[in-house]
């Protein structure tokens, strides 16, 4: 592979100055951006961007049914969790994996429209995640918007 143009790449993406000039670029645009997500607007806003070419995200169901729940509207954040789900099965995948298996209980509790319940677990769910990333420092329980915070 040597002399090669991927050679040649990536040996221009591993080196320091490449580096240096990658963690300025980012401090320079990326934070700015990132710290202007104050709303939840703000982030379903930045989040849509991801349905569009040229990611266009292949579980924009799990996006949409988020932004569903995070505004209130648990019906709909469960209709797209059903859609994910006849999606994933219609192509083959075996639904017993624990991201299926979650899927399913939080499609379950939106059905139920409990808010106190639906509100318990995410923020349950959420500290798990915290956790299990050992973010714990950097996080701050907050209300979702559905609960009115």
């Known amino acids: 592979m040597a002399g090669t143009a991927a050679s040649r790449l990536q040996d221009d993406i591993l080196a320091p100055d490449y580096r240096r000039h990658l963690l300025a670029t980012c401090n320079a645009t990326a934070k700015p951006r990132l710290d202007a997500l104050t709303t939840f607007e703000n982030i379903a806003d930045w989040l849509s961007r991801f349905r569009q070419q040229p990611l266009c995200l292949t579980a924009v169901e799990r996006v949409d049914a988020w932004l569903a729940t995070m505004r209130g509207d648990f019906a709909a954040g469960a209709r797209h969790l059903e859609a994910l789900l006849q999606r994933r099965a219609a192509s ?23 808010r106190n319940a ?27 918007p559905f609960e009115g915070g």
């Open 92 to 114: 083959g995948l075996v639904g017993t994996d624990q991201i299926t298996l979650l899927e399913r209980e939080v499609q379950s509790l939106l059905q139920s429209a409990d």
């Open 118 to 144: 639906i509100a318990a677990f995410l923020h349950d769910l959420e500290r798990q995640t915290i956790a299990a990333h050992g973010l714990e420092r950097y996080w701050q329980e907050a209300p979702f």
